[in-house]
């Protein structure tokens, strides 16, 4: 069974800190895709990573896949208050057969 | 376009019960997949469907069922519910099959007393 784990579960920090958001796993992924929930809504895609060790960036947003394909992560610079919800890593298992998703990792922007 | 949409958004049944949640994917989209998020377990893959087939199943036992109907609609029934059935079902579809990047609606909220 694929596992993906993620840390921190909790972050809560003061604006205009940064954080990072690890993702991990025994597995490997053909390719890992970011999500994040907010109170009342379903998860929302932010990005899929495909290749070992690509980095892509939305605006204050760094994601990156392992070299290995096991593990991502993903990078807030200086947070603001909107980007509190739960961040949810996913992987398409070997087979690309299905999505597998991490525990998630809920966070607070603290104004 | 719309989103997918999903319904009943909330609600409460008793022990034994049975529920039957329905969900419309994106105009388009073939592919739909439930999901069981709780507190303690996160996000529990339940099935997909594609072409009203379907295509994969998580590990729920056989209480959980589903269906996918021609115009690529599904439903998800529960039959004997039971406390710890007690979760948000969130629908999500895809253009493709398997691990494509999927499309969640709001979710059904259940509550079983």
């Not at chain 2, 008793?14 to 709780?38: A, E």
């Amino acid at each position: 069974t694929q596992l993906l784990e993620q840390s921190p579960q909790f972050l809560s920090i003061q604006e205009g800190e940064n954080l990072t958001v690890y993702c991990n796993s025994s597995s490997v992924f053909s390719s890992l895709q970011w999500y994040r929930q907010e109170p009342g809504e379903g998860p929302v895609l932010l990005v899929t990573v495909v290749t070992g060790g690509e980095v892509k960036k939305l605006k204050r947003l760094t994601f990156q896949f392992g070299d290995a394909r096991k593990d991502s992560s993903l990078h807030i610079t200086a947070a603001q208050p909107g980007d509190t919800g739960l961040y949810l890593c996913a992987g398409a298992d070997s087979s690309a057969s299905k999505i597998i998703f991490g525990s998630g990792t809920r966070l607070s922007i603290r104004p | 376009k719309a989103g997918v949409t999903q319904t009943p958004r909330y609600l409460i049944k008793t022990r034994g019960q049975q529920v039957t949640l329905s969900c419309s994917p994106i105009s388009g989209h073939r592919s739909v997949s439930w999901y069981q998020q709780t507190p303690g377990q996160g996000l529990q893959f339940l099935f997909e469907y594609f072409s009203e087939t379907q295509r994969n199943k998580g590990n729920f036992p056989g209480r959980f069922s589903g269906r996918q109907f021609s115009n690529s609609r599904s439903e998800m029934n529960v039959s004997t519910l039971e406390l710890g059935d007690s979760a948000l079902y969130l629908c999500a579809s895809s253009l493709l099959e398997g691990a494509g990047e999927l499309f969640f609606g709001e979710g059904s909220r259940l509550t079983v007393l």
